[in-house]
Structure formats: structure tokens, C-alpha cells
């Protein structure tokens, strides 16, 4: 059984927003930080913005701060990143994964990725 599915990717224009859902086990969700990533081709995976759904905490990468917001609906054990202002540079494939090392954005230090959703954005 995956212990993350991430959806909610598409085609969108610069200036327009996107949300994307991770939909967790409830072990992962109650137990662990759940943190989202995007790769675009030929570069490293970057952290974007992370949650520890156990006690509402969050951390962002500088490069979103202001334009997306990580949030959770406990009933739906989902985790959300609300995107608004999207910009080229934002379009990647995104990942959710899970870490138990704390509250950060390295993503050597996650596992149990989801599939990925691509995001693109266009001018």
C-alpha cells in the first residue's frame, strides 16, 4: 500500500494558482513530516515547503514564501500546497515524501515518495 499519493498538477498560466493534494496512511500522517519537493529536468531535487501534521508546524524554502501555503485536513489525513502567483521557474514534477528526522527540506533524508505530479506553468 503506498503511504503517499500526490495529485493535482496541470497546465496553468503565469500568475494563476494550482493546488495539490497528498493523501497519506495514517501512520505516516499522524507519525511522521510530510514535505513537498519539485524537480525539473536536469536538476536536483529542492525542498518547498513542509508540515509536521501532529502539531500544525510548517517550514518553507525562501524561494515559495509568500506564494505557498502547506496545509492539512486531518479528517482527510491530506496534506495541501496551495500555489498562487506560479511563475515558469516554478514548473517541476512535485513529490510529497515523509521524513522522521524533523522539520526541514532535505530530501536525502525523505522516503516513501509519492509518483510525482507535473506542474506546468506557462507565460
Known amino acids: 500500500q503506498a503511504q503517499l499519493v500526490d495529485t493535482g498538477g496541470g497546465s496553468v498560466q503565469a500568475g494563476g494558482s494550482l493546488r495539490l493534494s497528498c493523501a497519506a496512511s495514517?501512520?505516516?500522517?499522524?507519525?511522521?513530516?510530510i514535505g513537498w519537493f519539485r524537480q525539473a529536468p536536469g536538476k536536483e531535487r529542492e525542498g518547498v515547503a513542509a508540515?509536521?501534521?501532529?502539531?500544525?508546524?510548517?517550514y518553507y524554502a525562501d524561494s515559495v514564501k509568500g506564494r505557498f501555503t502547506i496545509s492539512q485536513d486531518n479528517g482527510k489525513n491530506t496534506v495541501y500546497l496551495q500555489m498562487n502567483s506560479l511563475q515558469p521557474e516554478d514548473t517541476a514534477m512535485y513529490y510529497c515524501?515523509?521524513?522522521?528526522?524533523?522539520?526541514?527540506?532535505?530530501?536525502?533524508?525523505?522516503?516513501?515518495w509519492g509518483q510525482g505530479t507535473q506542474v506546468t506553468v506557462f507565460s
Open positions: 508540515i509536521y501534521p501532529r502539531i500544525a508546524e510548517t
Open positions: 495514517g501512520d505516516t500522517y499522524n507519525w511522521y513530516v
Open positions: 515524501g515523509r521524513t522522521n528526522t524533523g522539520l526541514h527540506l532535505s530530501p536525502v533524508l525523505y522516503s516513501s
